[in-house]
């Protein structure tokens, strides 16, 4: 079999690596001892995460009282910060699913710790649904299940235990396809084990793949179809997030836009993060061979592409809001740029409509500085996206004698900085225990795509790697 | 276990090479059991002769599963058990219950189809794996001749594997 590869592409995998370099790069994480740098990274997120847990703790024992809510804004940083997260989580299963079905081998150097991304931030966007419950004990009244209330069903018209579904959903298939990816990953760490911890539990996870012919076959399908569900999944997640607030009756939300808009809102702020989080593993881990310029360039692109629709929807809402003729409408998004939280709007404009504009310079779009302070800008921006679409909505209503403005408390504060401690948290254990490049997948489209391959001379010199012209 | 299994075991160093080789060795007439490969390698699989898996149909089988599970779970509560005008429409308004369907269907293939594909490879937390050289999960494409079912002689297929381009032949029992 030969592997067809176009000269225009640039290396994905760079410094002349075998197979078994990958292995050992690859694995070098994983089996030595932490290093110092880790610990330190690791005792910090701990910190926040301990910081974070007692605010929530708080919040759980006291009730959202402790929050900065009031009667007129019943809804602020809790499903912001749950809307941001869950968008964040799209980007992994967006670079795994989708750029596996358009064959983008670029990918296979980041999807690992992007799926990883996602598993995490969905978990913290489930922590600020479970908070604004109120009474978190009670999650399973969103459940369907048999109670003594005369057995009270859930609404399935609702918006709301949609949500509950796509989530779980969402949460679970990603986790499968997750863990099904990292499988045969495992079972490399497993036939190097040196010790008898690693043996045992990798060992036990590796869940006895040997790598057979048959085996690969039979996975290849399994990947493609969890990529093909995957897909329209992680479409509809964000989807049934939009519609919480477009089936509403508030002016701002209830725009027949959302469901794209906050589509593109997900990919443009998940590949963001994902950017933020691979140049600092790349450098902590000595990755630079493996996420090379070409995927920090690659991620840059779709970040610009999806920022320009994300502006473009904000354009043409705000457009919409006028030519609609509807009063309320218009007050909203006028509201919403001069009112009492104009700086909010700025902020959501400048960082995610102007500042992606500036990769369309090749000088910028390769630095690795800019890009880094870029992904961050975009995270930023699309934060105040959200706080601005919920809070803005809601702080001036129909009623003027009712209208209020939010200032959040330090509980709003800690059980924000909760999420970001558990992601941390679960992302650094993640790094040091689990191959944070997925080995098989890169050692698999090498050949197209390494520098100095063929690496091995060939005993025959007859099967010439075919390059099309 | 007693060691009456007997394996030839050839490896080989690059994926290209090992392909060539499975039908070479065929060819010779000297039967493969299997070949275990570090990676997927596209055409091994058609090579060695494996029938194409099934696993896509028992996926979309058990995504009508969960489609007809989760809509007899809604019509259950929502038309049967507990009837309520909700906004003005049916009992059974089925555009309503698109995105649940949908998220049903969903969980279903995929948790149905993983555990077909693990069952069907008996794969499990914990089991033993059946390993013929340990490299074969870093970068060695290992290819493994059952004795038992070759009438040549184990000189022959040796003689064989090398000319096909093996770089070690080795005796495996188990």
Redesign the interface.
């Known amino acids: 079999m030969s592997h067809v590869v176009s000269p225009i592409r640039e290396t994905l995998v760079s410094g002349g690596k075998s197979y078994h370099d990958v292995t050992n790069d690859i694995c070098k994480q994983v089996e030595g001892e932490p290093t110092k740098e880790w610990k330190i990274a690791f005792g910090v997120s701990c910190l926040v995460f301990a910081y974070g847990a007692f605010c929530l703790g708080y919040t759980w024992w006291q009730g959202i009282g402790v929050w900065g809510l009031n009667k007129t804004v019943g809804w602020a940083w809790d499903i912001t910060n749950f809307v941001w997260w869950v968008g964040i989580g799209h980007a992994g299963t967006l670079i795994s699913a989708v750029l596996l079905l358009f064959r983008q081998k670029w990918r296979t150097s980041i999807n690992r710790s992007a799926e990883a991304m996602t598993i995490f931030a969905v978990l913290c966007a489930a922590s600020f649904i479970l908070a604004h419950m109120g009474r978190p004990w009670l999650f399973h009244w969103a459940l369907p299940l048999p109670n003594t209330f005369g057995s009270l069903w859930v609404n399935f018209n609702s918006p709301l235990v949609w949500d509950v579904f796509a989530i779980s959903t969402y949460l679970s298939v990603s986790l499968v396809f997750w863990y099904m990816g990292l499988v045969p990953d495992l079972a490399t760490i497993r036939d190097r084990a040196q010790t008898k911890a690693s043996k045992f539990w990798y060992g036990a996870f590796s869940l006895g793949w040997t790598g057979s012919a048959k085996t690969w076959a039979r996975y290849e399908y399994v990947s493609l179809i969890l990529a093909g569900i995957s897909t329209p999944l992680v479409l509809s997640v964000h989807t049934i997030v939009s519609m919480d607030f477009a089936t509403s009756v508030i002016p701002g939300w209830h725009t027949t836009i959302f469901p794209p808009y906050f589509v593109a809102g997900a990919i443009f702020s998940g590949f963001a993060m994902v950017q933020s989080l691979l140049l600092i593993t790349r450098v902590v881990f000595k990755l630079e061979d493996y996420i090379t310029i070409e995927h920090i360039e690659m991620m840059n692109i779709i970040i610009t592409v999806t920022g320009s629709i994300v502006g473009i929807a904000y354009l043409t809402e705000f457009f919409i809001a006028w030519y609609s003729g509807v009063e309320y409408e218009s007050y909203a998004f006028i509201n919403r740029a001069t009112g009492p939280y104009w700086w909010a709007y700025w902020m959501m404009m400048t960082c995610n409509v102007v500042s992606p504009q500036l990769f369309w310079f090749k000088k910028v779009r390769t630095s690795i500085l800019v890009s880094f302070i870029l992904s961050i800008v975009v995270n930023v921006g699309m934060w105040f996206e959200r706080f601005v679409i919920i809070v803005t909505s809601l702080h001036r209503d129909y009623l003027p004698s009712s209208w209020a403005m939010f200032t959040p408390t330090m509980f709003d504060i800690g059980d924000y900085i909760f999420s970001f401690g558990l992601f941390f948290t679960l992302f650094f254990l993640f790094a040091k225990f689990l191959p944070v490049i997925n080995m098989f997948e890169v050692k698999a489209v090498m050949k197209g795509v390494s520098t100095n391959y063929p690496f091995k001379k060939k005993p025959s010199g007859e099967k010439e790697r075919e390059t099309v012209h | 276990m007693d060691s009456t299994e007997r394996y030839l075991v050839g490896v080989y160093?690059?994926?290209?090479?090992v392909?060539?080789a499975v039908k070479e060795v065929k060819n010779s007439g000297v039967k493969i059991e299997?070949?275990?490969?570090?990676?997927?390698?596209?055409?091994?699989?058609v090579a060695?002769g494996?029938a194409?898996?099934r696993?896509?149909i028992a996926?979309f089988m058990f995504?009508c599963l969960g489609l007809v599970c989760i809509l007899s779970?809604?019509s259950y509560?929502?038309y049967f058990?507990?009837p309520?005008i909700?906004?003005g429409?049916d009992y059974f308004?089925l555009p309503?219950?698109i995105?649940?369907s949908?998220?049903?269907t969903?969980?279903f293939?995929?948790?149905g189809?993983?555990t077909t594909?693990?069952v069907?490879?008996?794969?499990?937390?914990?089991?033993?794996?059946?390993?013929?050289d340990?490299?074969?999960?870093?970068?060695k494409f290992i290819m493994a001749v059952n004795m038992a079912n070759n009438r040549k002689s184990e000189s022959e297929i040796e003689t064989i594997l090398r000319a096909s381009?093996a770089i070690e032949v080795n005796v495996k029992q188990f």
Do not use: C, Q
């Not at chain 2, 299997?34 to 699989?45: A, N, Q, S």
């Not at chain 2, 340990?134 to 970068?139: I, K, N, P």
């Open positions: 160093d690059d994926d290209e090479e392909v060539a299997e070949v275990y490969t570090p990676f997927p390698i596209h055409g091994l699989d060695l494996h194409r898996t696993l896509p996926a995504g779970l809604i509560t929502m058990d507990w309520m909700i906004g429409k308004a309503d219950f995105p649940v949908f998220e049903g969903v969980l293939t995929a948790f189809m993983v594909f693990l069907s490879n008996s794969l499990w937390p914990g089991k033993k794996p059946r390993t013929f340990l490299r074969s999960t870093d970068d381009g």
